[in-house]
């Protein structure tokens, strides 16, 4: 059976038995709680958790890509040394909210196993909860007595956290046979790996809260079956590397490394003749594969749906995983960038299922590539550090077996060559030697550098409130504020700032209010939020307002507008919705965003892919992927092909269809974002959209289109920041006063002769900057205690260029102490320090008291200013002085 086969033959069965097949979610989910999704049923998780009702049909089915490689649940430095684990994986889940229960649950996964996979049913067992005896009846109608056991909390029963839904779990175990298993746990029940778990069936029927655990009202089921292993077990593999799922990734990384890739049984019946110190260096160069193989596909994912190598959060696990594939390709001989060649495998093999990955697949590749580029300028020098330091290691702990890696070294190898501290960690694992992590974060904390691969949540707020009440009293409200700007509509509900639900808002307090009909569009895929306001409707033009409209939000699929309460609200009401004039000038930036969007794929190439966007009355912002900055012939063309669309006036057109009639007419749609079967689809001429946005009437009222700012938000990502409509007429209206201005200021007959003089100007500034740089290795300073002291006074130069020749100073000294003063429209004082015991901030304010100023900054970079030219020379002792006296300490 092809494991191209199981997928579908899983999700077949259960949508049979009446389950709604789900797409598999982002793996970045909607959940400050998580950094990825980890498991099947977050995307249901409100749903059993009750803040949202139940769907209809109230079963759902599933192929869930899950990552777990940071927060709560990281396998990342499992991958390669266990024969189960990965970054990234596929659990196939079948889901009843309130529906069937046990019985079902059993008797459909009993059948899946053995009539539809073909599982022996003579080497299938079954754990049950000890207490739940409801499942072993059940399971006895299946299998005999004697293969079903008893376990306890720790290993069959499960909760979503100290308090929510839980219950008793049931697993079912394949034996894999005794051949390769041969340790005192490999029993049935046993750690070893002979039984294996297959399927997880999770029966949740309690809620537990403060201690107490009650029976749900309407039990639920949540089960797991991992693709990866279900294909191993089939295929009679005792790893899941050594799969179908993962042969053509070995093949790849076999042409990359020409090094042989053997099996585990290959192995472990020794066929090939091995000697013990083959086998262990046979077993190393598996590791590395595995590890190569595994991190390709989760880069590869990762890559495809949107997240960027960053220096935090999720974009620094990505970062770190693919560091961690690139120094095992190191250690398997390869010395250029090779995982984008294991990428553009991943893609092919997986883009069947996972379109995104083959219409993606060339920027991937590029993104992937220059990122391991960036990796590859430095992990020589790092790895020559960190084997220096190992060797010096092992020779000292034949005397003394406490000893640690060095946290300095460790620290250094994180923080100037890019090792991430759990890559250092990794590459010791075989030596078990532990890093020194006291003076490792104690250089850390030092440098006030970034942290360990932190995650501190997304940073959204986790609402709580009373929304699965409204949506089961009223379901969804109703937006027309595609057809109007204005609405009388009836207030259904009025939250407090807590969203709890209230009868009524007395003036004076801040809300939520539920209109049945809104014309206020809620913050979505770009634009901010609708403000306004809220009127009596027979004296709206008497002025009598009932509340200000602060912002809209979607909760849940509740469309709730934030007010600010003028005169008494209750539910009931009747009010006049009136959406602010800027409304108008918001959907000219998004108007503007697509066309911008239809531009960057026109001008730079079909890999652009919206990473981001932010719509206000008088700007945009947009992020897209792209491996390099804009020229400004490029910004140039695109600014003039959006001003060409918008020229053209073309009529906005706006059709629903279905998702597949979008795809074939040529819609872009974002990762990531929900859509219906029916879809809406906005076009501009050849700028073709699924959007739900609100957007004008036709091109020509966009008016204009400035780009203000080009700029990088994280590697493979730019940022583009432009202006229409109002603000692009006050921003050309501001860069002609400019014009005029420097025209006036630099005593020209015409603008072009003063840039002439302009540059003539900047030309002996940098001649200047250039002269001072060069000079910065044959500053006169002084050795104090290992540290090159560096105080002076320098002439002819400005502060931002003494700045300048400060930082260079740091970059080329590995401990320096510099502090530089120069007169030009006063006095001012910059100062660096690297590596030294003396703080710039504190230094730099002390030598400005004398010259009777002030300033101060970081411990490594600070400024200051005086007034008092005649103490200059006193400052500089003093300077002088301070350092040498903390260096010396």
Partial sequence: MAHKDIRWLYLDFFQKQS???????????????LLFTNAGMVQFKDIFTGKIPIPTPPRATSSQLCIRAGGKHNDLENVGYTARHHTLFEMLGNFSFGDYFKKDAIAYAWEFVTKTLGFDKSLLYVTIHESDDEAYTLWCEHIAPERIKRMGDKDNF?????????????????????????????????????????????????????????PLPKPSIDTGMGLERVVALLEKKINNFDTSLFAPLMRQIENLTHKKYYHDDEVFDNVMGFSDAQIVETKKIQASFRVIADHARSVAFLLAQGVNFDKEGRGYVLRRILRRAVRHGYLLGLQKPFLYEVIGVVC??????????????NAIKEQCRNEEERFFETIESGMELFSKELQKLLGLLSKDKTLRFSGEVAFKLYDTYGFPLDLTQDMLREYHIEVDMASFDQCMNAQKSRSKASWKGSGDALKEGDFNELLAVFGKNTFVGYESTKASSRILALLDSDFKRVASLQSGEIGYVMLENTPFYPESGGPVGDKGELFKPSHQSAGEILAKVLDTQKYFDLNLSH????????????VQANVSDERNEIAKHHSATHL???????????????????????RLRFDFSHPKALSFEELESIEHDVNAQILAGNPQMCEIMSIDEAKKKGAMALFGEKYGERVRVVSFGDSIELCGGIHTPNTAQ???????????????????????????????????REIHKAKESLKAQNLTQGIEKLKEHISELKQKVAKAKQSVKSFDYEEVAGVKLIVLKIDSLNSSEVKEIVDKAKNENERVAILLLTESKGISIVAGVKNAPLKAGEWVKQVASVLGGNGG??????????????????????????????LQD
């Avoid at 531009?599 to 719509?615: D, E, P, T």
């Avoid at 970081?858 to 300077?879: N, P, Q, V």
């Fill in 19 to 33: 389950h709604k097949i789900y797409d598999s979610m982002p793996l970045v989910p909607d959940d400050a709680s």
């Fill in 158 to 214: 499960w909760q979503m956290g100290d308090s929510g839904p839980c219950g008793p779990c049931s697993e079912i175990y394949v034996d894999q046979g005794e051949k390769y298993f041969h340790s005192s746990e490999d029993y049935f029940g046993g750690e070893g790996d002979r039984f294996l778990e297959i399927w997880n069936l999770v029966f949740m029927q309690y809620e537990q809260k403060e201690g107490i655990r009650t």
């Fill in 348 to 361: 092919e093999e997986m883009g069947g299922h996972y379109g995104y990955l083959l219409e993606r697949k």
């Fill in 563 to 574: 007010i600010e309460v003028l005169a008494a609200l209750k539910e009931g009401d009747f």
């Fill in 596 to 618: 911008l969007h239809r531009s960057l794929r026109k001008i730079l190439g079909s890999h652009i892919a919206q990473a981001g966007s932010l719509v206000e009355s008088n």
């Fill in 702 to 736: 966009i008016g204009s289109f400035y780009i203000t700012k080009e700029s990088g938000v994280s590697s493979g990502v730019r940022r583009i920041e432009a202006v229409c409509g109002a603000a692009a007429y006050e921003y050309g209206k501001m860069a002609l």
């Fill in 857 to 886: 900054g970081r411990d490594d970079f600070a400024t200051a200013g005086g007034k008092d030219a005649s103490k200059i020379s006193e400052a500089l002792d003093l300077a002088r002085s301070i350092a040498k006296e903390k």
